[in-house]
């Protein structure tokens, strides 16, 4: 390799790592996927470290200076297509099938891997409902959980454009679901069980994938990492949980319930 390959190995690593960081992979999965390319180097010191909320890499061999790269990581989804289409290039980078101007041109512009806005709000509502259904409740109370689905729905619309703190994004959401049940449940008394309702409509917010990738990290000994996912599920399930007790306040208070 010249030396300017080796920056672009760099930059082909570090751009693999952040694709899959953003679209919700463990952070060891993205060490070892950076690693494995660094390692095409054939250098002798290659350092990989990948926290929730970035990647800084250090190549390190007496031919060339010594490389070092630090790239910050904001929003992140969970996508497992990208992370999917991403292992695909790097293996095929590592066994020789793709060169490094392909990988790195196939990783710049790789479309990412989503439905339609249509079909994805529409699922969230079925969802909802589905949910409900499981948690034992009536047809009826499936369709109300269906209608709290809308909040969730209006909640990330409104998301992508003006770009609110999560925290009180779930919090309203919650809040709204909460007492909209609470109505329904006045209106009609005894016919819904708030409760199921409730649990039906909140459980996409639920923070299962950071629970989940948490758990895993901590598995492979990358304490920090798993540390700061486990926080992170704590303060959404403490934004649910909040708006949740502040919707049944509300409606107890209005409707005596």
């Not at 250098?43 to 390190?60: H, S």
């Not at 949980?241 to 502040?246: D, E, K, L």
Request: proline letters at 1%.
């Amino acid at each position: 390799m010249e030396k300017q390959d080796y920056f672009l190995l760099v930059d082909t690593a570090v751009l693999a790592g952040e694709i899959m960081l953003k679209s919700g992979a463990e952070t060891h999965r993205v060490e070892d996927t950076i690693y494995r390319i660094l390692k095409l180097s054939h250098f002798e010191k290659c350092e990989v470290l990948v926290v929730t909320a970035g990647i800084m890499v250090t190549l390190e061999d007496w031919r060339i200076d010594t490389i070092s790269m630090l790239r910050r990581v904001g929003d992140k989804t969970t996508n497992l297509g990208n992370i999917t289409e991403v292992n695909d290039i790097s293996r095929k980078l590592c066994s020789g099938e793709l060169d490094l101007k392909q990988a790195f041109h196939l990783l710049k512009h790789m479309e990412p891997k989503s439905y339609a806005d249509i079909w994805v709000y529409t699922c969230m509502i079925v969802a909802a409902a589905g949910f409900t259904i499981l948690l034992g409740g009536t047809f009826l109370e499936s369709m109300f959980a269906a209608l709290n689905g809308i909040y969730l729905v209006c909640s990330m619309i409104f998301n992508k454009k003006y770009k609110v703190n999560v925290f009180v994004t779930n919090m309203v959401v919650s809040f709204l679901m909460a007492f909209s049940t609470s109505v329904f449940s006045a209106v009609l008394g005894a016919e819904i069980e708030i409760e199921r309702v409730i649990a039906g409509s909140v459980m996409m917010l639920l923070p299962g994938v950071a629970i989940t990738n948490a758990i895993r990290d901590t598995l492979h000994s990358d304490y920090m990492a798993g540390s700061a996912k486990i926080v992170e599920a704590f303060v959404i399930a403490a934004s649910v949980g909040v708006g949740i007790g502040a919707g049944l306040s509300v409606g107890a208070v209005i409707f005596g319930r």
